[in-house]
């Protein structure tokens, strides 16, 4: 078999278990501003890593990350860097806040320039926005096939093997390469790095491409367009304490109360 390289689209984006509390809303500029929240790399995309390191455990193949931001987000590729060979980063003030498509028109141009690749890993969507769009537009853009919703995938000589999930199940698939498939949480977490490996990561090579660096001209993307923006219901409960000698009382005493509230 051939040296394959596989590429693994990753998103960082606000950490989807913290408290709604995190969150602040302004309805005026459309905006969610996570107020003391560090980023983390999508949940599903780093099933997409694990999905091609065990690809890699199985027949050894080359691994590079790439990432869209508009500035880079702390250590939140850290874990990254430990489990892919290569790491892009696509940096640019540019980049903030693109619709589906052409976030995913940067993506394919980026990988377009990494060329070579024989499969293209992404999350089946983001823990953000949840379009789940991005990683079909790109097969698209590229003109490959493609699979989403995968829970487990692995190469065959010049095919790839996968696991749709299904509604009662899963249906296997094959298709040649390249190819882009989306995965999802089925396939597992990203495993656990030893602390030696996550030391020693900080040395392998991390490239920053900016807009003009991979040939994109702000005409040709836009930014994503949302006409409404409200916080969630409130949750608030009132709670009341029913008063009474016996039981009966009680019950009488609630029935009178919820007819009260027009309950029944």
Not at 22 to 46: A, F, H, Q, W
Not at 173 to 192: F, H, N, V
Request: hydrophobic share 40%.
């Amino acid at each position: 078999m051939k040296d394959l390289k596989i590429i693994v689209c990753l998103k960082p984006v606000p950490d989807p278990e913290c408290p709604a509390s995190s969150l602040e809303i302004n309805r005026e500029t459309k905006t969610i501003l996570p107020i003391g929240v560090p980023p983390v790399i999508n949940p599903y995309d780093e099933n997409a890593l694990e999905a091609a390191l065990k690809v890699k455990d199985a027949t050894g193949v080359k691994v590079i990350a790439v990432s869209m931001v508009e500035k880079q987000p702390g250590g939140v590729f850290h874990k990254v860097r430990t489990g892919a060979d290569e790491l892009v980063v696509l940096q640019d003030a540019g980049f903030k806040d693109l619709d589906s498509y052409s976030t995913a028109l940067v993506l394919a141009t980026a990988i377009q320039k990494i060329s070579g690749y024989d499969l293209i890993l992404t999350g089946r969507q983001s823990a953000d926005w949840s379009s789940g769009l991005v990683g079909s537009m790109i097969a698209e853009i590229l003109n490959i096939p493609s699979i989403t919703i995968a829970k487990g995938v692995r190469v065959e000589e010049d095919s790839v093997i996968v696991e749709k999930l299904k509604k009662n199940g899963y249906e296997i698939l094959k298709t040649s390469m390249p190819a882009l498939i989306t995965m999802s949480s089925e396939i597992g977490d990203l495993r656990l790095f030893p602390l030696k490996a996550i030391n020693e990561a900080r040395k392998k090579p991390m490239t920053v491409w900016g807009m003009t660096d991979i040939g994109i001209s702000p005409e040709q993307i836009a930014i994503r367009k949302i006409f409404a923006l409200s916080p969630p219901p409130s949750r608030k409960r009132d709670c009341m304490f029913i008063n009474g000698q016996s039981p009966e009382e009680k019950g009488e005493v609630l029935a009178q109360r919820l007819r009260q509230d027009r309950v029944i």
